[in-house]
């Protein structure tokens, strides 16, 4: 990070005092509202250039941090609520979906934590168990040497053993939590095969280094998960993929995967464009790709039946008997059907609004 801008009303907070020591050497920058920096770039990509991830958005968060996962219409749901803490990555992958969802140019982390723990306190009171995570709109993990706010959540979820907390990241920033392991937190990594991520994730750290640092949250007492999404159908995708589940049941041990999702390649048709000029490099758009129920261009309904089965199959045969629940990530219930899976059990919580609310029976 080069800049901080911070609003007024979040500086005196002690976490953003200890947050700004970090910062030594960054230019600070105090403003009233940091939604009037977000309207002034009103419009520009995120990010608006190649400074735009060097610059860091302090700000207080005024609606509910909870929010049911926004599952693609006519999608399968899983029941996944996020804790919106933040808006944002530097990482910068080539089927990044944040560029036609926000609306600000520059990462933003929302630090009314004391907020948040009285929204979460009053939810715990209810004891309904509840599978939730940080890492939808930003990586859990990418700003935590400078935030520690992932351990803060670690510590505070640990007094309410029927609320799930997962951590979603590509970073390898674990060390502020290996001394903090709690049951109900499941650290996890969004993963791909080297040779998809040299050329999709060329900022993230290599898959192998994710792997390293889930052997130590295993160590610690942690739960992980992996999410194989966007699953790309690249030139030989079934040697990269199959050769990276034995390297990585190699190394971690079923028994300690509290699950593992699979999506394939999707995108709001409107960032096609955006993807060809920003990333040239990239093969995401190269295969055959159609309109799908959602609205979002996808692969043919049965190129990725074919993905899901052989995944699926890798899985369970490397897994045995204790292969963890497996799921997939905004497909249809039809898609579902055709992969074989049956809903997995994560909590009671079942989100009934998203199970094939519509006829998707023979469209892609």
Known sequence: MEAVIVEKGVRHYPW????????????????EDVREVIRRHHGLPYPADKSSSQRLLLGRHRGTFLKHCPCSPCSRGCGYHFLHIGIGCPIECSYCFLPGFIDTSFPLLLVNFDDL????AALAQQKKPLRMGTGEMTD???FEPLTGFARYLTQMFAQWPHLTLELKTKSLF???LLDVASKNVVIAWSLNPAAVAAIEEPLAPLPEDRLRAAERCCAAGYRVGFHFDPIIACPDWQEHYHKFL????????PLQIAWISLGTFRILPQLRDYMRRRFPQTQTILGELVTAYDGKLRYFRPKR????RQMIAWIRDLC???????????????LWHDAGLAFP?????RNQNCIDPCNTRGIH
């Open 16 to 31: 953003v005092q200890q947050m700004l020591t970090r910062c030594q050497g960054m230019e600070i920058e105090e403003v």
């Open 117 to 120: 723990e009285q929204e979460l």
């Open 140 to 142: 859990s993990l990418i």
């Open 174 to 176: 674990v060390d502020s």
């Open 246 to 253: 034995q390297q990585m049941f190699a190394r971690i041990s």
């Open 305 to 308: 039946a074919e993905i899901y």
């Open 320 to 334: 045995g008997t204790h292969t963890p629940p497996l799921y997939l990530c905004m497909e249809s219930q039809e």
């Open 345 to 349: 059990c994560f909590t009671e919580e």
